[in-house]
């Protein structure tokens, strides 16, 4: 099998059907191969699931290199390990165990603080190619990886790329006028911070604009609330791209609160990429 894979985890659910749809194009776009895993207490019972999985795949796209692979265990321990060799990991918000998958602690949602790859949680309900944007929330040079993810994804879609940035630095309080001077101290330094805001995405996707010359850009600063500003794009973007911010928790692995509300709420696939 080549060394470039996409990672699928399957459990007979009909979320994971769809992610397995996805998987299949984003291997077929990508000119990578597909590894279709299912985690179960007992591989004898993995059989079933991953002919239905593989016999999918090869109706749709004959040509394509599929490995099925069987793994004793956890989802989320399984896949996380796969993960790190894969070129994508994709999994659909729900399945793997029934209930659990409508918690927060579902498979979707922990893989997605422990992948050691790009993920794709498939949510909405437009196809996979369908002409959409590929939509970037940018925080600050640490989301380096995940910028590089959206421009390489813009041009395997052949779409536009739309760059939301939301600074995470401290805003200074604003000052009244002084009566002296025509701006105080406090506003300069607010003025500089807004240069600073603006400069930051022009600064960090200037590389990849001229790596990626055939793909449109548009980019604005989000000044509040990046995560409803996010949000509201997804309903137009085929796939919205973020880092993964990551802090420990008394449970393992937390993600911040823009993952926590796409995950939850977006409108269409979420890619979520480790910082350096």
Known sequence: MPDRHVVVGVD?????????DWA???????????????AVADRDEAGPVLASAASRVHERHPGLPVETR???GGAVRALSGESGHAVLTVVGTRGFGGVSGLLAGSVSWRLAAEAHGPLLVVRGDHPC?????????LESDADEAAAVYAFQE????????????SPTHRRTTPELPSPVSATSSGQERQARDDLAEEAVPRFGIARLREEYPEVGVDSRTVSASPSHALLTRTRQAGVVVIGARRRAGRLGPQLGPVAHVLLHH???PVVLVPKA
Do not use: K, P, T
């Open 70 to 72: 069987a793994v004793e």
């Open 12 to 20: 007979g659910s009909l979320i994971a059907v769809r992610a397995l």
């Open 266 to 268: 977006s409108h269409c």
């Open 129 to 137: 190619d369908d002409g959409r944007e590929v939509l970037l929330g």
């Open 154 to 165: 813009a041009a395997r879609r052949g779409v536009q790329l739309h760059v939301l940035h």
């Open 24 to 38: 299949v194009e984003e291997a077929v776009r990508r000119g990578a191969a597909l590894r279709i895993v299912y």
